[in-house]
């Protein structure tokens, strides 16, 4: 009976074997390496020597190892969700008011330079459906078309494109009836004459005014996000009780945006 190779379980040969094979062989792009038990017999070294020499070569960035799927070659490529469902889940409330907090100042901005005398009269008519709105559903609706119609109006597809995906993400439920609650009747008011503000700057056509509104108001918006996700949670929202029991697992999710 022969004795194993003890060179098999060297981690230091098994390394130096894998380099060379993925220097000399005809591996291309994402291609996945072959399996463990293959890759082990073909270079002639132990399991363990193998998966402790991989490690090295993921560390190095020469390949990855997705669990179930294989190792591939080259870095880890960055992580895409590939559904808005996926986004909702990975982010919450306050990530969305910096996302906002960025492009939405641009686009009244924007609109200030390029909106039509069509886009303003639309602007206005919003504004007051908004500020005549007496329950969430109502104030939720007017309030996303008026923002919707400022990005409209700045005239460029691809930020519209990131204003849509944004307010497709703020449209899950629980982060609805968060926004509701930090719409107390006097924050209310202020969001409207805010409102009023950025229409005005953008009819007046002053770019910087109207950037400016819209970061003061978008500012006081994440203020109140702040106070709600901190504070105790009521058991209703806009004066109705709840439909289904308020837990302490149903406040946690609501308070987060989860």
């Known amino acids: 009976m022969s004795n194993p190779d003890p060179s098999?379980?060297?981690?230091?040969?098994?390394?130096?074997?894998?380099?060379?094979l993925l220097d000399d062989s005809s591996f291309e792009g994402e291609q996945r390496l072959p399996p463990e038990r293959v890759l082990a017999a073909q270079i002639g070294i132990g399991?363990?020597?193998?998966r402790r020499a991989l490690e090295v070569l993921e560390a190095e960035g020469r390949i990855w190892r997705h669990q179930g799927k294989g190792t591939f070659l080259g870095p880890r490529p960055a992580h895409s969700p590939t559904s808005l469902e996926e986004l909702t889940k990975r982010t919450h409330p306050l990530e969305v008011m910096?996302?906002?907090?960025?492009?939405e100042p641009a686009l009244a901005r924007?609109?200030?330079?390029?909106?039509?005398?069509g886009d303003i009269e639309r602007l206005l008519r919003l504004a007051e459906k908004t500020a005549s709105s007496s329950d969430a559903d109502g104030r939720e609706l007017w309030d996303s078309a008026l923002h919707r119609t400022i990005a409209e109006a700045a005239g460029n597809s691809l930020l519209l494109a990131i204003f849509d995906m944004v307010d497709r993400i703020r449209q899950d439920t629980t982060w609805r009836l968060l926004r509701e609650r930090a719409r107390s009747g006097e924050r209310q008011?202020?969001?409207?004459?805010?409102?009023?503000?950025?229409?005005?700057?953008?009819a007046q056509r002053e770019a910087h005014a109207a950037e400016h509104a819209m970061r003061e108001h978008l500012e006081l918006v994440r203020e109140g996000l702040l106070k709600v996700m901190t504070a105790p949670l009521p058991d209703q929202v806009d004066g109705q009780m709840l439909k289904a029991p308020v837990t302490a697992s149903t406040k946690k999710e609501i308070r987060h945006g989860t």
């Open 189 to 202: 008011q202020i969001y409207v004459e805010q409102h009023r503000r950025v229409i005005a700057a953008i």
């Open 8 to 20: 098999a379980d060297s981690s230091n040969l098994a390394l130096g074997r894998l380099r060379a």
């Open 110 to 117: 924007l609109a200030a330079v390029r909106a039509t005398n």
């Open 47 to 50: 399991r363990r020597a193998l």
């Open 98 to 103: 910096d996302v906002r907090l960025e492009i």
